[in-house]
């Protein structure tokens, strides 16, 4: 099956620094890529999502100058928090939508990037 | 928007049934979705239903949909401890919007 990972796993940096994550799509090209933010016992919420070669369509309530997105390649898409703050400690989680074929009504996760901003 | 709602937690006993309920509001949702969530992990597609079908079965999982009103459900037969996790409902119109989860917890 489609796979997605995304570097790193978890991380820790101090408030005001910048993190960047990175999401790719292992054996499959994805022209649109998702980010969401899961806070504890709580559900997936979209933060933005991305095409290939375009800017990034923020969601409502979302800062696009904090959260950085940049989807360069057909495999790859990076979230880059800027000036972070404790607020932004949450669980990140990238999903990507296959190309075409068969599969193009389903979305396949990566497997989250757990921000802690101390 | 999109609202989508789930009961919080369900317990069951290994070996019988667990029946995981969703309701949703966008009557223009094409596919509806079941997502696992293990602890510290993504999220994994369980199965999928198309928004003109009433039920799919796959292997111990079976789903279904009352499109009428809006009722989504996925029973998993013969629950075991390895079910245990957060499951999500999801449907899509041209994003994914998801319920809050709900929590099975499978006790021996």
């Known amino acids: 099956g489609a796979v997605v990972s995304q570097h790193p796993s978890w991380v820790i940096c101090k408030s005001g620094t910048s993190v960047k994550i990175e999401c790719r799509s292992l054996?499959?090209?994805?022209?649109?890529m998702f980010w969401y933010r899961q806070f504890p016992k709580q559900s997936l919420m979209l933060m933005a999502t991305?095409?290939?070669?375009?800017?990034?369509?923020?969601e409502q309530g979302v800062e696009k100058d904090k959260f950085l997105i940049n989807h360069a390649s057909l495999t790859l898409s990076t979230l880059t928090v800027t000036s972070a703050h404790p607020e932004d400690s949450s669980f990140y989680i990238c999903s990507a939508r296959d190309r075409g074929g068969d599969s193009s009504y389903e979305q396949y996760f990566g497997p989250g990037t757990r921000l802690t901003v101390t | 928007g999109e609202d989508v709602e789930q009961s919080l937690f369900l317990s069951v006993r290994e070996g019988d049934s667990s029946v995981i309920n969703c309701t949703y509001t966008d009557s223009s949702s094409t596919y509806l979705y079941w997502y696992k969530q293990e602890p510290g992990a993504g999220l994994q597609l369980l199965t999928y239903i198309f928004s003109n079908m009433d039920m799919k079965q796959d292997q111990r999982l079976t789903v279904l949909l009352n499109k009428k009103d809006k009722h989504l459900s996925l029973r998993i037969a013969d629950t075991q401890t390895g079910d245990s996790a957060i499951y999500f409902c999801a449907e899509r119109d041209y994003k994914l919007s998801f319920g809050a989860g709900t929590t099975v917890t499978v006790r021996a």
């Open positions: 054996d499959f090209q994805a022209t649109t």
């Open positions: 991305s095409n290939e070669g375009s800017k990034a369509t923020y």
